[in-house]
């Protein structure tokens, strides 16, 4: 039981360049969740999903797309890079119908923007 | 604008003594309140949350206190101990878009001095 995986752990993008970050979930969880934390900033919601086939916007979407492949799998996609999309990107999930309120984060994705 | 606030960067306390975290809300349509302690180059993981119709809940040295009026919560660590020392977040839910969403605060960083 891996929990939250997030692919890759660190990445190096020059400015224009597009990417992808994977994340998985193995708890069977509906809602999963794309955060970036930046010094003194806190954990920013990006985007979130109630379920597969369902995307809404969070508090910080502009730059990014997501795509939820399937219940397991949801994906964050930079088209066109940017020095401020530098920041470390976090993947959750949570079941918002078992009772309990909690999400499971990934281990976190670093990126760098130049 | 910042809907929840920890306005207390970091926090050093002695160990064994306690130690007092707070942050302030302004939604008053948030269902549960949750704290995250994250470790340097890790996800945040759940510490304990409280429900938005109760004022106190208590795991073991952790205890998260709710004043609903004031729009404020705390989380109060005893005895602290030095692997304690980590950011914490505090967090809150509202119900949306068939799920719960999450606004995280800021962070405190907590350091326990041996």
């Known amino acids: 039981n891996a929990g939250v995986t997030q692919t890759p752990k660190f990445q190096v993008l020059k400015t224009g360049q597009s990417m992808t970050l994977q994340c998985a979930q193995d708890?069977?969880?509906?809602?999963m969740y794309w955060y970036r934390q930046d010094p003194g900033m806190g954990l920013r919601l990006i985007y979130y999903s109630a379920s597969e086939g369902t995307t809404d916007k969070g508090e910080v979407p502009n730059g990014y797309n997501v795509s939820r492949l399937n219940k397991r799998e949801f994906s964050l996609r930079l088209e066109s890079a940017a020095p401020s999309q530098t920041s470390v990107y976090f993947c959750?999930?949570?079941?918002?119908?078992?009772?309990?309120?909690?999400?499971?984060f990934g281990p976190g994705t670093r990126l760098t923007v130049t | 604008d910042q809907q929840v606030k920890q306005n207390s960067p970091s926090l050093s306390v002695q160990e064994g003594r306690i130690s007092i975290l707070n942050c302030d809300y302004t939604?008053?349509?948030?269902?549960?309140f949750l704290w995250y302690k994250k470790y340097p180059a890790e996800g945040p993981t759940f510490l304990i949350s409280?429900?938005?119709?109760?004022d106190k809940n208590e795991d073991g040295r952790f205890t998260v206190f709710l004043n609903k009026s004031a729009k404020h919560l705390s989380l109060h660590i005893v005895p602290s101990q030095p692997g304690d020392s980590a950011v914490y977040f505090c967090?809150?839910?509202?119900?949306?878009?068939?799920?719960?969403?999450?606004?995280f605060g800021t962070g405190t960083r907590l350091k326990v001095l041996a």
């Open positions: 967090a809150a839910s509202e119900w949306t878009s068939g799920t719960y969403k999450y606004i």
């Open positions: 939604n008053s349509m948030f269902d549960y």
């Open positions: 959750a999930s949570s079941e918002a119908w078992a009772g309990t309120y909690e999400q499971y």
């Open positions: 409280i429900s938005s119709i109760k």
């Open positions: 708890m069977n969880h509906n809602s």
